[in-house]
C-alpha cells in the first residue's frame, strides 16, 4: 500500500530555533495537509495546500508557520521562532485529485519537542 | 461550530471481550463520519467511513460503527477484541471532499489478557 513519508520520526529543539518537517506524499497525491496533535488534545487541522499554494489555513497556522513543495516529491512545513507550545505530534496527509476523504492518507507523525 | 467528542480517554478490555467507543459530533451539514485507529509508530490508518445509505457500515479489522443522526452519534464497536487492536482510535467528522477533518481527542484501548 502506499505510504506518506516524514522525518524525522521525532525532533527536539530549543525555544526561538527554526524547524523544518519533512513529508515525501504518496506520488501521484496533488492535495497536502499538515494536522497536528498536541499531547493529551485533539489532532487539529493546520493547513491545506493544492496547485502550489495554500487552500486554506486554521486560525493556529500564524505568520510562524509557512508550507512549501520545493520539489516533486517533498512537502515542508517550517516553523519560524518555535515556541514551547509549539511541541507536538504533526501529522502531514495526502490525496489524489479529485478524491474523496476516504483516500486521505497520514504519515506516522513527527514527534517535535521544543525545550 | 463543527465538533467531536470523544468522551472516554481510556478504555480496558480483555481480550475476546466486546468493545464500544463512543463519538458524539456537532456538525451544521450533512455529515461525513470517520473512524481512525494509530497503533505506536504508526499513521492514522482509516477503519471505516460513514458518507449516506446504510447506517450500520462495517471496516476493517472487524470493527463496525453505527450512525444515530437523533443522538449525533457515531459509535466503534467489535464484538471480540483482539491483543492487537491495542491502540488510539480518533473519530472524525467533515466533508466528502472538504479540505479538513475536525477530530476528537481520541482513546486510548488497552486490552488485557
Known amino acids: 500500500e502506499p505510504e506518506v513519508t516524514q522525518t524525522p520520526s521525532h525532533q527536539v529543539t530549543q525555544m526561538g530555533q527554526e524547524v523544518i518537517l519533512r513529508c515525501v506524499p504518496i506520488?501521484?497525491?496533488?492535495?497536502f495537509y499538515w494536522y497536528r496533535q498536541i499531547l493529551g488534545q485533539k489532532v487539529e487541522f493546520l493547513v491545506s495546500?493544492?496547485?502550489?499554494?495554500?487552500?486554506?489555513k486554521s486560525e493556529i497556522f500564524d505568520d510562524q508557520f509557512s508550507v512549501e513543495r520545493p520539489d516533486g516529491s517533498n512537502f515542508t512545513l517550517k516553523i519560524r521562532s518555535t515556541k514551547l507550545e509549539d511541541s507536538a505530534m504533526y501529522f502531514c496527509?495526502?490525496?489524489?485529485?479529485?478524491?474523496?476523504?476516504?483516500?486521505?492518507?497520514f504519515g506516522s507523525g513527527t514527534q517535535l519537542s521544543v525545550l | 461550530a463543527q465538533s467531536v467528542t470523544q468522551p472516554d480517554i481510556h478504555i480496558t478490555v480483555s481480550e475476546g471481550a466486546s468493545l464500544e467507543l463512543r463519538c458524539n459530533y456537532s456538525y451544521g451539514a450533512t455529515p461525513y463520519l470517520f473512524w481512525y485507529v494509530q497503533s505506536p509508530g504508526q499513521g492514522l490508518q482509516l477503519l471505516l467511513k460513514?458518507?449516506?445509505?446504510?447506517?450500520l457500515v462495517q471496516g476493517i479489522k472487524g470493527f463496525e460503527a453505527e450512525f444515530k443522526r437523533s443522538q449525533s452519534s457515531f459509535n466503534l464497536r467489535k464484538p471480540s477484541v483482539h491483543w492487537s487492536d491495542a491502540a488510539e482510535y480518533f473519530c472524525?467528522?467533515?466533508?466528502?471532499?472538504?479540505?479538513?477533518?475536525?477530530f476528537g481527542a481520541g482513546t486510548i484501548l488497552r486490552v488485557k489478557s
Open positions: 472524525a467528522v467533515g466533508a466528502v471532499y472538504g479540505n479538513k477533518l475536525v
Open positions: 460513514y458518507f449516506s445509505g446504510d447506517t
Open positions: 506520488s501521484n497525491h496533488l492535495y
Open positions: 496527509a495526502s490525496k489524489g485529485t479529485d478524491s474523496t476523504n476516504e483516500k486521505l492518507f
Open positions: 495546500f493544492y496547485n502550489n499554494e495554500i487552500s486554506e
